[in-house]
């Protein structure tokens, strides 16, 4: 069966100081991890996306997420925070049926 | 390419009344999404389909939900009767081939009085 945990309901952080947003799996299969965003009432958008290539995934506005198949971890991270950051985050495993399973989500507020 | 269309992006209706939900996929995608988003119960599955016909209808609430594909492009989601407890956004999202990302349209507001 397929799960997501994101480990942090909430995360604030100052402009300009890193950003850390959690996320543990669960996968009968090889999994595919995504991280998505939803600015407030608007729809969800890729942020990037792990298909067994590179452990280090890189995606858009600076954000990167590392698969470690050892911790069963898939933890999204940016060096500096910037005021349009403040969004809900999700991370996503996906089945080889392409169902997607969802994080409860992260909500990210940037303080200035 | 314009993405995922969905229609309307605003809807209040009564309580009892016949809502349907429009979603035009991308083209070329073969898979077809609809969720449920509300702030108790966060992003749900309610049903979904490959190569137009459905696979997993799980989620759907209760009878009062239906989905259909009529075309490979094209899937509505009608609730009938409507009730409040219907209020939420409903998003639905295409897919292309397995392990691909889900694309999602900008999602229905529904407003059940």
């Known amino acids: 069966a397929q799960s997501v945990t994101q480990l942090d309901s909430h995360v604030s952080v100052s402009e300009g100081t890193p950003v850390l947003l959690r996320c543990n799996y669960s996968?009968?299969?090889?999994?595919?991890l995504f991280w998505y965003v939803q600015h407030p009432n608007k729809g969800l958008q890729l942020l990037l996306k792990?298909?067994?290539?590179?452990?280090l995934v890189k995606g858009i506005n600076g954000f990167e997420a590392e698969f470690k198949k050892s911790e069963t971890s898939f933890h999204l991270t940016k060096p500096s925070a910037h005021m349009s950051d403040a969004a809900e985050y999700f991370c996503?495993?996906?089945?080889?049926?392409?169902?997607?399973?969802f994080g409860t989500g992260t909500s990210l507020t940037v303080i200035p | 390419d314009a993405g995922v269309i969905q229609s309307p992006r605003h809807e209040v209706t009564e309580m009892g009344q016949e809502v349907t939900l429009r979603c035009k996929l991308i083209?070329?995608?073969?898979?077809l999404f609809w969720y449920r988003q509300t702030m108790m119960r966060g992003l749900e599955l309610l049903i979904y389909?490959?190569?137009?016909?459905?696979?997993?209808d799980s989620g759907m609430p209760e009878d009062r939900f239906s989905a259909k594909m009529p075309n490979a492009s094209f899937s509505t989601l009608k609730i009938q009767p409507s009730e409040p407890r219907d209020s939420a956004v409903y998003f639905c999202?295409?897919?292309?081939?397995?392990?691909?990302?889900?694309?999602f349209g900008p999602g229905t507001r529904l407003t059940v009085l």
């Open positions: 999202a295409s897919g292309g081939s397995s392990y691909n990302e889900q694309f």
């Open positions: 996968s009968s299969y090889s999994p595919s």
């Open positions: 792990y298909t067994s290539a590179a452990t």
């Open positions: 996503v495993v996906s089945d080889p049926g392409n169902q997607f399973y």
């Open positions: 083209s070329g995608h073969n898979s």
């Open positions: 389909f490959n190569n137009n016909v459905p696979i997993d």
